[in-house]
């Protein structure tokens, strides 16, 4: 069983930045990667951005390419989303999610994830 908590999330104005964390803790030492999706209101959950956790490789949505970067901090199982240049449209509850079996699934798909944390509300002011 692995928790994920996601912290960081609030109210911004157009332009501004904001960083999100998750800190996963628990039973499972193996990590594949771990990613962000968000949610807005009425919407389909959507892949945000994903890391994998041995290697640095990274995958993004492409609204959010140029705009926004993961890290990860493995020592300490955390992983970050720094969103720069906010839009209103990136207005969501953002999710994060870890893999921790092996799976061929892309990390772009909500499938691939074992555990996801609660989310935390990002919103965007025009």
């Known amino acids: 069983q692995v928790q994920l908590v996601e912290s960081g999330g609030g109210l911004v104005q157009t332009g501004d930045s904001l960083r999100l964390s998750c800190a996963a803790s628990?039973?499972?030492?193996?990590?594949?990667?771990m990613g962000w999706f968000r949610q807005a209101a009425g919407m389909d959950r959507e892949f945000v951005a994903a890391s994998t956790w041995s290697t640095p490789n990274t995958v993004y949505a492409d609204s959010v390419k140029g705009r926004f970067t993961i890290s990860r901090d493995n020592a300490k199982k955390t992983v970050y989303l720094q969103m720069n240049s906010l839009k209103p449209e990136d207005t969501a509850v953002y999710y994060c999610a870890v893999r921790v079996t092996p799976r061929t699934l892309p990390y772009e798909k909500k499938d691939g994830y074992d555990y996801w944390g609660q989310g935390t509300q990002v919103t965007v002011s025009s």
């Open positions: 628990g039973r499972s030492s193996s990590y594949y990667g």
